[in-house]
């Protein structure tokens, strides 16, 4: 099979185009999956120091029989919690209910041949302080 002087080149840009289709692929599947375990680790984070937020009751009320969250000792010992493990994040407290932000970021492997360098998580969690009846 005789090519022409004007096909020449055209399986070199078609080869070019196909690897760089499937380096975009490999970039989102291995890149979101990294994405993805660092989500996860920032939701293990929120979940711990909500616990340890909620976990911070008023000395008073337990003396009182009827044990609540102290706000401020609750946001202060979550965001303990996160300096000691070294996350980053935010802390409400509402009520009994403690909510805890964690945000992180995964450097990408292969997506930074397309020019994506990073991708940000974020994974929010809740606790609510029970006292020993379940309420």
Known sequence: MATTEHERGNV??????????????AGLVIDAGGALATKRQAATAAEHAARVGADALDSASLRSGHPVVAPARARTAAHSYLTRIGATGTVTVSGDTVTVTV??????????????????????????SINEDGN
């Open 12 to 25: 070199t840009v078609f080869v070019l185009l196909l690897v760089t289709a499937l380096m975009s692929m």
């Open 103 to 128: 945000t992180d970021r995964y450097k990408t492997a292969l997506l930074t041949l397309i020019g994506i360098n990073r991708l940000d998580v974020a994974a929010t969690a809740a606790a609510v």
